[in-house]
Structure formats: structure tokens, C-alpha cells
């Protein structure tokens, strides 16, 4: 409720009017550290302000723990704008055609969002990403505007989400273009989908994230493995960072006003210096109320495999042979928006994950599927 | 073609490597006043400028005058952006129906441009504005964000143009959201045709932008003397800026890589301090190669209606009675891009302007609409 409305040019007249106490009134300003991007919030300013006291530390700590969790009306905003998202991703997925340019999945994706949600922005850039481009972290950009023509044996890498109220989504969904996994794709996909089953069902309060991250990297390791890429013991493959060398990015982040929300090294976390875990965006205990994304992927990118195969301690891992039909696959990167709750987490994000639901709902299925016309592994209805 | 490239930070050393000269290397640097924001241009800065002598006042005038006039491939961009947008704007009146949103044009209008266009942004932020909405020029920015429901017997005006290699469109099109003009909609609509028109027949090289103004001013008061909303003398009206009342903006600006491209007051030129001419943005000659947009509109705005109708020097040419039917109906306009040639004009623009095109292809009709199936006036095919 708003009790008295000021022009901005009185403020330090209305404010001293205000002040009840002796001497230089005293003001809360945000002064604080982005650990994305290392550059400091710049304080607020005004013609006047010398004639305040002024406290730089106290806000911005307390203020940004504010948005680390989030209420009931945050959640109900992030979860429209997932709804929305989700349904669009799936409206993408059905119009998907080999010989169609990737900023046509993007047009779709805008247009469901904004015709049926009323989400006239998105929380970032669109990355439509097909072929070798889905290797490409931050694809999408001006620079790399989603302008390559669809390829029969492409995959596709979708991360898009849509932003209401100013609330964001952040999901990323991976399927072939010509709407069959083959062999080789659906071993990659399921080595992610297996990291990202394995994250959200051991996310609950308490749970530190840095353990979440190499939870996804060995998953997808122990994949790699039984699908004849990599051999060797796992645990040491973790040990000397391998898995940093197919997901070098973090396994995900808080999310909220803005797609990569404050508060991730508040408290006391520290960034890693290790690789993949010094990509991570928080090294935090989960705790009730947060949104964070769980964005597990398996990228094959020459500038990181070339080195390691070559390196005298990691090059026995690697089954040359088998992995260099991947040289040129791109990569596969599964992202839903999670809410931590009392007792472990929702998955706020509702798109066809398992390969025979991605399969049908681009062969023309109905989205949610029935559950009688899932056929089951050995063919069942 | 590039003859070298060089690291940003080594600007200094090179430039003086290159010259041959004694004395400090001169550089021309771009610094002008920003005619509609009465800005000026930052000129460039570098670390080491001050190892040259700088010219701020020859380079502006130069390039902003080559951009006055367009190239052959300029032309080329900017009629691919009107092509598309014309047919975005074809999709839009197709589709749109009472009860729809206003948000709803617009994601119809962005998906189109980009869909078949490859047009990732617009010129500007859509204006999409039905009813009362119409009458307000600069609607749909995020304070008023195109969000009102469409109701049997408004108007839309939508002012919507797509951008392809920088170049932009600049489109508006009105038409009733039921998809029949009723006997208001018609005579108000068909005296901003008739100023469109006029304008366009009349522009060559050396017309006057003041003189088309005006002409498009007079058109638009014959109109609506005719139809009895005014009574009086046109040039009498005229001289009373009464054209103001009912078109608060321009003519028309220059069109190119800005919406509203630079130039309209180098040469001399200069902005006149009357009603309605005080906006225009060019009061230059045509020249040859020159793209501006021809933007007639006639609104219906309180703010201005009411002083002009106590006004005992205008009161009199108000027909009371009549004119308070058009209170709360917002405006029209028509906007079209115009590329002047060496003996007249042409109509970048291709969308339907008569109101049995408009009435048409609104009811389903093919656009272009092939020739024989248009009614004559009497019904004739």
C-alpha cells in the first residue's frame, strides 16, 4: 500500500522532514558484490546526498538473502512462467522439420509464450542450438543469431524460458530434429537425463550443491562408460576432473527476478578453483523455498577433449576410437526449475523428458500423454 | 574489403605508423546535435586521443547527409522489411477478433516477420492500440503494453514495422477488430486515405515537406466538413492550426537504419513553433533516393478537442453535437514508406488501404486480391 507519493527532487527535504532523530540522517544503500560478473552494484545517488549519513554494507547482504527463497506469490509467478514455457517447448517440438532454420523454433517459442501467456519478454536470449552449435555454451546471441539450417541427424538443444512480471523460467530441452534418437543420441541423452533424475531426486534442505554437481558428473561418467566412450575407474576420472571436460559448466542456478538470481556465495560459500566447479553459480546448502536449476549436459568440444586425450594423465580413459564419432554430435543439455521444499523438491518444469515421450509428442501425441498409450520398455501398452 | 585489422588498443601507435605527415595526425570525429532529442553525439575517446588534433564539426553534416539519400541496397533492405511487415500486417487483420487481447496483433505480427522473414527485431516497440488506446500516439511501451481486450466496434490502429540487416519498416494500419466499417469508422478512415493519397500523388523532388503537411491538414478538414463534423472556411481552419487539433504529430519522417533516420533539418532547414508543424521531424525539400514515411491520422483527443471547442477564435467551426459522438473513439492512421524518384514517389508499402480491401481480406479473401473479384462502389464485380 503506497501512504505518501513525492517528486523525486524532494527527496532529501521530505526524507529530513521525516527524521525524527539529531544529526545527519542515515541511509541503507545496495553496495554489493556480483559474484557472476566481479563488478559492485553502484550505490543510488542524488543531488543532496551529502547531507546523509550513509551505511554501504549493511542492505545488500540482507536484501539479496531476501530473494535466495522465495514466497508463495513468487512461486506462483515462476510456476506460470513455466507452465507457459513448457507447452511451448512442446508446440517447438512438434513443428520441428529437418530444413527449417533454428530462429523458427526460437519465432515459435515466442509467439506460444506471448499469444497464449501474455509473456511478452523471456528471461534471456533464446539458444536454439542444432548440430555442432549445441556445443556452444552461450549460442543464440547477435553475434550467433540461431541462423544454421536444420540437418537430418541433427540434435537439437533448446534453452528457452519465458519471463513474467518479471519472473523467469530457464528450461532446456534436447531432441533429434527428425524426431527419432538414434543409437548414438540416445546414449548421450540418457546419460543426462539419468544426472538430472539422480540431482532431483537427492535435493532436499541441507544438501550442498558442489556434492549435487558431482552427483551429474558421475552419472553421466558411469554412462560414458558402460556405453564404451570412456573405461576406468570412475572415481578417479572424478578425481582428475573429467567430468569438467563434458559438462564445463555449472549444474545450475538460482533462479528468480533475474535468470541467474542473486545470493549464491552468501553465507560464507566460496567459489571453487577446480574445473566445471568453478563454473558453478553457487556452492550453497539447498534450502527450503529455493529455485534453482538443474541443467546437467554432455558437450563434445574439441578445444577441451583434443587436450585431455593427449594428456599423459587422462588419456587413458578415453576410447579414442568410439569417441571421435561423436567429433561434430554437438552436445545435450537437460534444464528444469526446481523448488526446494521441506522434505526434498518439486520439479516446476513439464516437458516429455524420457526419449519414448519425446518420440511421441513429436510423432503427434497429445502433451501431457495419457499414461495407457505410454508403451512401456518391452513394447507394452 | 578489410586491407588490415589491428587490436583496438593499438589505435594510437598505428594511426601514427600510417601518417605521413609532421606535426599531430588530425582526426574527424563524429559530434552532432540529435534534432528530435536535442542530444549531441558523444564523439569517440581513446587512451593517447591527445596525441591528435580532433575536428568535431566536418564529419556530422557529411555522413549524415549520405544518409539522407539511399543506395540502390539500402532500397533493397528497406522494401524486404516493408514486404514482410505488409504481410504481417495482412496476417494480423485476418486473425484478429473481438475479445482477443492486444498483445495477442502483436505476437501474430512478430511471429510472421520472423517466422518468414528471418526478422529477429522491429523497428520499434509495436504500437497496438484498439478503442480509445488509438488516440494515443506513443502506446505499447511497458507502462502501457498493448494489454487492453478488443471490443465490438473499436477500432485497431497498429503501427508495427519489422527491421531486417538494420534496415527498418515503418507500417501502420487501422481497421475495425469486427472486420465491417460502420458509416463513423468509414468517413473518419476514408479522410486519412484521402490525405495518404494526395500526399503521395503530390511528392516529387523539390516539394516541400511543410507544403505536404499542410496538404494532408487540409484534406483531412475538407473531410470532415463534408461529413459534418466541422463547418467553416478550410483555409480559415487552416490558419488556426485547427489541422493540429485532429493530427498533433508530423507528416512523416525519414526512414533508414534509424526509425527516424537523421538529416531533416541539415541545409538550412529549420523547425517551425507552430501547432503540428513544430513536430515534424523534417521540414526539408524531397530529394531523389530520400525514404519518408507518409503518416496521416486523424484522433479524437480530449486534451486538445476541448480547449479548441472553448476557444472563442475556434469554437465556431465545431459542430457540437456531432463531434461528441467521436469522443472515446480513438484515432486512425495510415502509415505508409515512400521512396522518392527523380519524377514522383513510390509505395514501399503493399498492404490493403481501400475499405473493400481492407473489408475483404478481413472476411478471408486472398491479398493481393485478384482484380475481378473487388466490388465497384455499385456492387459491380
Known sequence: MISAVHYTDEITKVLHQQYQGSGKPLLYLLHGLNTDSNNYSKPADFEGIDKFKMDLNTLHP?????????????????????????????????????????YQLESLFLHHTYMYGGC???????????GDNSAVLHYGHAAAPNDKTLQEGDMALLDMGAEYHFYGSDITCSFPVNGTFNRDQSLIYNAVLRAHNAVISSMRPGVGWVNMHKLAEKTILESLNEGGILFGDIDAMIHERLGAIFMPHGLGHLLGIDTHDPGGYLQGAERSKEPGLKALRTTRELLE??????????YFIDALLVPAMENPKTSKYFNIQEINKFRGFGGVRIESDV??????????????????????????????????????????I
Request: charge should be negative.
Open 62 to 102: 540482507i536484501l539479496t538473502e531476501c530473494r535466495v527463497t522465495k514466497s508463495e506469490l513468487e512461486l506462483t509467478l515462476i510456476q506460470f512462467a513455466n507452465d507457459i514455457s513448457s507447452e511451448a517447448h512442446v508446440e517447438v517440438m512438434r513443428n520441428a522439420k529437418v530444413g527449417m532454420k533454428e
Open 120 to 130: 511478452r519478454h523471456c528471461s534471456y536470449t533464446c539458444i536454439c542450438a542444432t
Open 289 to 298: 523455498g529455493m529455485v534453482i536449476t538443474v541443467e546437467p549436459g554432455c
Open 339 to 380: 523448488y526446494v521444499t521441506s522434505s526434498g523438491c518439486v520439479n516446476m518444469t513439464k516437458c516429455p523428458r524420457e526419449i519414448q515421450e519425446i518420440e511421441a509428442v513429436m510423432a503427434g501425441a497429445p502433451w501431457p500423454i495419457p499414461k495407457t498409450t505410454i508403451p512401456s520398455a518391452n513394447g507394452e
